[in-house]
Nanobody
């Protein structure tokens, strides 16, 4: 079992930046692709970004390309989402996910573990 704990959410003005963290604990983190998703009120959960175990492959939703960067530190069992140029439409609960089958299934929402989420609110 892998437990995922997100942190770093908060309230920020439009144009600002935040860095989300997702710390994994429990059984080994080795080999897991990781991803970030978000869900705004009244909307379905949507893919944001994903990264392979090695960090050599990354994937982004078109809506965040050029503004968000996903990275990971396997020594710390942590994945990050650096968010710049935030917009009010980025407001959502952000979730991290871990998948053993590589990043492409994670992109489609197929993951073995999910975190509880952290709220990001962007004011205009």
């Amino acid at each position: 079992q892998v437990q995922l704990a997100e942190s770093g959410g908060g309230l920020v003005q439009a144009g600002g930046s935040l860095r989300l963290s997702c710390a994994a604990s429990g059984r080994t983190f080795t080999g897991y692709a990781m991803g970030w998703f978000r869900q705004a009120p009244g909307k379905e959960r949507e893919f944001v970004a994903a990264i392979s175990w090695s960090g050599g492959s990354t994937y982004y939703a078109d809506s965040v390309k050029g503004r968000f960067t996903i990275s990971r530190d396997n020594a710390k069992n942590t994945v990050y989402l650096q968010m710049h140029s935030l917009k009010p439409e980025d407001t959502a609960v952000y979730y991290c996910a871990a998948g053993q089958r590589g990043p492409r299934p994670v992109v489609t929402g197929v993951a073995d573990y999910w975190g509880q989420g952290t709220q990001v609110t962007v004011s205009s």
